[in-house]
């Protein structure tokens, strides 16, 4: 089985500062991915990132980066310089093959607000 | 990019009624789709898996007769809430799978469904 864990529920800062969201992931698959979303008030899910299980190098993506470790089974995202529109729901999402089908799951989420 | 449309985007419908969701991917075959549920700051859970042209297959404790899932092209799904009643007012979200298994998701934007 997958799981996935976000223990921070709500983190508050204020702007341009950095923030961290930490993710820690299990699954028994040596074949899986990793993902980041960005949930505005909208709704609607915005795809930040992608990482397999065979690739650990980290990642910039000008304000994000991404760290994965596997020996801690961990995906954290970091936001440099908070913004305002940085503010939203933030899942971090576990692929491993579940059955016949590859299943997207989902920790729970973190609410991000950025204070001006 | 890989496109998913879903419509409506937001339904009221009366107690009792049943209510038809549509997700239809647009420039990409979606071998199989995914349908979420996400009740107001909750995570996203999986109800059910459907490949096209076979029975979806639906997650421990999701009502398949309520839940009615259609996956009949590769283009397009549907989710029909069957009787619905003021408890199956979420926030529902198909996501579409094309054919490269778990390399990618794409979501679409959701429906808002209140049943009163």
């Known amino acids: 089985a997958q799981k996935v864990t976000q223990a921070q529920t709500e983190i508050s800062v204020v702007e341009k500062e950095d923030v961290t969201l930490d993710c820690v992931y299990e699954?028994?698959?040596?074949?899986?991915?990793l993902f980041w979303y960005k949930q505005p008030p909208s709704g609607e899910l915005v795809f930040l990132i992608r990482?397999?299980?065979?690739?650990?190098q980290n990642e910039i993506s000008g304000r994000y980066s991404w760290n994965f470790q596997k020996s801690t089974s961990s995906f954290n995202f970091t936001i440099t310089a908070s913004q305002v529109v940085d503010s939203a729901v933030y899942f971090c999402?576990?692929?491993?093959?579940?059955?016949?089908?590859?299943?997207?799951?989902f920790g729970k989420g973190t609410l991000l607000t950025v204070n001006p | 990019g890989a496109v998913v449309s879903q419509h409506p985007s937001w339904v009221i419908c009366k107690s009792g009624t049943s209510v038809k969701i549509e997700c239809r991917s647009l420039?990409?075959?979606?071998?199989?789709m995914f349908w979420y549920r996400q009740f107001p700051k909750q995570s996203l859970m999986l109800m059910a898996t459907s490949n096209e042209g076979s029975k979806a297959t639906y997650e421990q404790g999701v009502e398949k007769d309520k839940f009615l899932i259609n996956h009949a092209s590769l283009t397009l799904s549907t989710l029909t809430v069957t009787s619905a009643h003021p408890e199956d007012s979420s926030f529902y979200i198909c996501s579409a799978s094309g054919g490269r298994g778990h390399y990618g998701y794409t979501f679409g934007s959701g429906t808002r469904l209140t049943v009163v």
């Open positions: 699954t028994r698959d040596t074949t899986y991915y």
């Open positions: 420039d990409f075959q979606a071998t199989t």
């Open positions: 990482r397999n299980s065979f690739d650990e």
């Open positions: 999402a576990l692929s491993a093959r579940g059955g016949s089908n590859y299943k997207l799951t």
